[in-house]
């Protein structure tokens, strides 16, 4: 498969380490918020979403925060494995105008050392 | 249950010509987005259907883009015609809308477009 983001800010981290990958929202009007992790030659995948009315949600390895005063999110991953090598984008969703856009950030590279 | 399929998986067309991708979404999805993935960017939205309904296509070069969903289930995205910095991949996503919020979007594989 082709690589999906050649360009994108990289993160690297060792294998077991936990990441934290950070993003930077642009609409404080949005009031729904989604990960998606993205491997070579795939489409986006769900991961986690949270609710402008939290500020943390937690899955299996995952954790996202939401900081809607600064307007930033972020995704922690714990004890990374070599499968989560992928690029991450997170997604805002816009429901002012009942419209409910979801408009995605620019990514980030995530590389998993072994 | 069957996720979002999309087709073809990759497309080669000389620049001019034109090219469609269609697009059919998991059953019962209301809501269907195409969009546009340039290399090293993230996807940008280019049409939204709610049911057989555009809901937005601020982003859509219309005069050289088009898209239907017709009976509110499948979807074509039309390109015409296609220019060298058309080259992407184009995504087909479908989500479970509720009354008062969205929910996660699902993704198919996408077509890779390579206009030469």
């Known amino acids: 498969g082709e690589s999906v983001g050649l360009h994108l800010p990289t993160l690297s981290v060792q294998e077991g380490d936990n990441s934290i990958i950070n993003c930077a929202y642009s609409?404080?009007?949005?009031?729904?918020f989604i990960w998606y992790k993205q491997e070579s030659g795939k489409g986006p995948q769900f991961i986690i979403d949270?609710?402008?009315?939290?500020d943390k949600r937690q899955g299996q390895r995952v954790t996202v925060l939401l900081n809607k005063t600064v307007k930033h999110l972020s995704l922690q991953i714990a004890a990374t494995q070599p499968g989560d090598s992928a690029v991450y984008f997170c997604?805002?969703?816009?429901?002012?105008?009942?419209?409910?856009?979801?408009?995605f950030g620019s990514g980030t590279r995530l590389l998993v050392r072994p | 249950e069957a996720g979002v399929a999309q087709s073809p998986r990759y497309k080669i067309i000389e620049k001019r010509q034109s090219v469609a991708f269609w697009c059919n979404p998991i059953?019962?999805?209301?809501?269907l987005y195409w969009y546009q993935q340039i290399l090293g960017q993230g996807p940008k939205l280019l049409i939204q259907?709610?049911?057989?309904?555009?809901?937005?296509d601020s982003q859509l070069p219309k005069d050289r883009f088009s898209a239907e969903r017709l009976k509110g289930v499948d979807s074509t995205l039309k390109i015409q015609p296609a220019k060298l910095e058309d080259s992407a991949v184009y995504l087909c996503?479908?989500?479970?809308?509720?009354?008062?919020?969205?929910?996660?979007?699902?993704f198919g594989q996408g077509t890779r477009l390579t206009v030469v």
């Open positions: 996503a479908s989500s479970k809308r509720g009354q008062t919020m969205n929910t996660e979007a699902f």
């Open positions: 609409n404080s009007a949005s009031d729904y």
């Open positions: 949270i609710r402008s009315n939290m």
């Open positions: 997604a805002e969703n816009n429901g002012e105008d009942s419209s409910y856009k979801l408009i």
């Open positions: 059953s019962g999805h209301a809501t």
């Open positions: 259907f709610q049911n057989n309904g555009v809901v937005d």
